[in-house]
């Protein structure tokens, strides 16, 4: 199936041309018929010569009060019959239906010259193609038509076709994204959905995600209908209607999409760049562009904030002769849209009836702009991409990308050969730029902290920007910039900073001479003050494995738990804790702590009434 769209000035003869091809009603309204104008979209199809598939139509609104409405019919379809009337010629809406479609990027269309029996259709045709030729469409085939009489409407066939024929074939494997444009209920058959199918495939029972201004959730597809008849499975390019499981009507909108589950990223925040208006090559100069303005893509029309990202595209200074697609933008959307890099949009300023120009999207995973001099920075990043998806390009700009995010950025796989951990891909420049980092980070904290010279791994991971510690691995693993970095005990170090200061071992050579003659007389607060050693030295020495700590100011050499087990097993099992002290030549406050400790660690248990103590067995 081809799905064309409607486009052209109000009480031009759009549905009435509709009809004569299809002999369908595209108005569904009886308001519609009564005042003889379309307020909304409206669906009809057809077969034409020459094609093995029919043709369907999207039928838009020509009235003013009702762009959103045309907009939301012609965002998701790839081609245009552009009607003008041949008694009335170019109108006001004629150039903002125009201007929507330049902006959207739509490349493939038919001029239809209606009501060619008032008027002799020539001078409208010619006006109407040198407006068109300042639009992507350029030089489209004319035909001159009249739905009353029917003349012409045979040359519309062909002209239609052909048209069809030319249409770039769709993305079957593509990653469904259904903008919807109506929805409603059927008696006994619950809430449906209609859209144009622009990619891949859907069949009853696939679970989709339906996304809109409440956020997300998971719908199955009961049953779907193209054309108005039941199938199993619909193909892009189509019209279908969808019956939904799980959804009431009151929980969508036009302007939602249904998606691929896991395949597409919403978001609120989006980097563009800016397409000028048709026939202008730049924005005029004095034309501002407003802080608020409306984004319209797919069916969807949602207020977005404009952030200029270098000087040269603030509002009050846009300078003559900035060239095509040179100016970006940052956009925040007041509700989350899933959107890709490279989806085409357009900027409207409803106050004034305006398109502003089309945009293409370059990122839907901004960084933020926290330091002076962020955004002219990310304009200079974003000159070099196209928005074309490419994995590797991707990786460069992004130096650090979420495997989970590659397919809602339109990759279709990573980049070969590119370092990845804890589910996070590393552009290997990047790596190389972190190592040296990760040095220089950990000289600043050994220098800061002589006495604890080891940079914990989340700190690292904090200096270094990272999301995850883990890809610490990685950065450790490239070589030679980081040669002469370990991690050991959930600290980085340089290889042979573990030591401890001078001072600091001239004091633990008091303690262990202490130590040596008595390894149980723990030396007392007055004693390791007078070393030298406060609670940073003690705390440092522990680390360092010089020292045990068995309670608060009790320090002894780390074997003295296993030399206590030895001694202790000397004595007639139970025995007390006064007995124990006497052996170990201590005191009550080291053997109490001394004891617990042995207990914690196993080594001993509470015999009788718990006065007493037995050693286990090993």
């Known amino acids: 199936m081809k799905v064309i769209a409607t486009s052209g000035h109000v009480d031009h003869g759009k549905s009435t041309l509709i009809r004569a091809l299809t002999g369908m009603e595209p108005d569904r309204w009886a308001e519609e018929r009564r005042r003889g104008m379309t307020i909304d979209l409206g669906f009809a199809w057809t077969t034409l ?85 300042e639009s992507t469409l350029g030089r489209l085939p004319a035909v001159c038509v009249s739905g009353a009489t029917g003349e012409g409407l045979d040359d519309l066939r062909a002209a239609l076709g052909d048209l069809a024929g030319r249409l770039p074939e769709p993305d079957l494997a593509g990653d469904v994204r259904l903008w919807v444009d109506r929805a409603f209920t059927i008696r006994g058959a619950g809430t449906v959905v209609t859209g144009t199918l622009g990619a891949g495939r859907v069949s009853a029972g696939d679970e989709l995600v339906l996304a809109g201004a409440d956020g997300e959730r998971t719908v199955t ?161 974003l000159a070099e991409t196209s928005g074309a998806p490419d994995p590797m390009t991707e990786l460069r700009r992004r130096k650090l990308l979420r495997v989970d995010d590659l397919a809602g950025l339109g990759l279709a796989a990573a980049p070969p050969q590119a370092p990845e951990a804890a589910g996070w891909l590393v552009d290997p420049a990047h790596l190389d730029a972190l190592a040296g980092r990760l040095v220089t980070a950990v000289g600043e904290h050994a220098r800061a ?68 003659a008595a390894p149980f007389a723990a030396p007392e607060a007055g004693r390791l003050t007078e070393l030298g050693l406060h609670a940073k030295q003690l705390g440092a020495v522990v680390r360092a494995g010089e020292l045990i700590r068995i309670a608060d100011g009790i320090y002894l050499h780390p074997d003295a738990p296993d030399r206590a087990v030895e001694v202790l097993a000397t004595l007639e099992q139970p025995f007390t804790v006064s007995a124990a002290r006497q052996a170990l030549g201590t005191t009550r406050r080291v053997a109490v702590p001394l004891l617990e400790l042995l207990a914690r660690t196993g080594r001993t248990r509470h015999d009788g009434d718990g006065h007493e103590v037995r050693l286990r067995r090993s």
């Open 221 to 381: 597809v009961r049953g779907l209908q193209a054309l108005g008849e039941p199938v199993e499975t619909a193909q892009a390019v189509s019209r279908v209607a969808l019956n939904l499981r799980g959804v009431p009507l009151e929980a969508l909108s036009r302007g939602d999409a249904l998606l691929a589950p896991g395949r597409w990223l919403t978001t609120t925040v989006v980097d563009v760049r800016l397409h000028p208006p048709r026939g202008t090559g730049s924005r005029r100069s004095g034309d501002r562009l407003p802080a608020q303005v409306m984004l319209h893509v797919g069916s969807a029309a949602v207020a977005a904030r404009v952030r200029p990202l270098s000087r040269e595209d603030a509002p009050d200074a846009v300078p003559d002769g900035d060239e095509e697609g040179t100016r970006t933008l940052r956009l925040t959307l007041r509700t989350p849209l899933p959107l890709r890099p490279g989806d085409r949009a357009l900027l409207r300023d409803p106050g004034v009836h305006a398109v502003l120009g089309g945009v293409t999207v370059l990122d839907v995973r901004p960084p933020e702009l926290r330091r002076r001099g962020a955004a002219r920075s990310r304009a200079g990043q």
């Open 49 to 133: 010569p020459g094609l093995p598939d029919p043709v369907a139509f999207v039928d838009v609104p020509g009235h003013e009060r009702f762009v959103t409405q045309m907009l939301a019919g012609v965002g998701p379809v790839p081609a245009t019959m552009f009607v003008v009337a041949a008694d009335a010629g170019w109108m006001p809406q004629s150039g903002e239906h125009l201007d929507a479609l330049h902006a959207l990027g739509v490349r493939h269309g038919v001029l239809v010259v209606t009501r060619s029996d008032l008027a002799d259709p020539e001078l409208a045709r010619d006006e109407a193609l040198e407006h068109l030729a």
């Open 449 to 516: 902290n002589p006495l604890d010279p080891g940079l914990p791994t989340r700190a690292a991971a904090r200096a270094l920007d990272l999301p995850e510690p883990r890809l610490l691995a990685l950065v450790l693993a490239r070589r030679p910039a980081s040669d002469d970095l370990v991690e050991d005990g959930g600290r980085i170090l340089r290889q042979g900073d573990g030591g401890l200061p001078p001072p600091v071992r001239t004091a633990l050579a008091g303690v262990h001479s202490d130590l040596e």
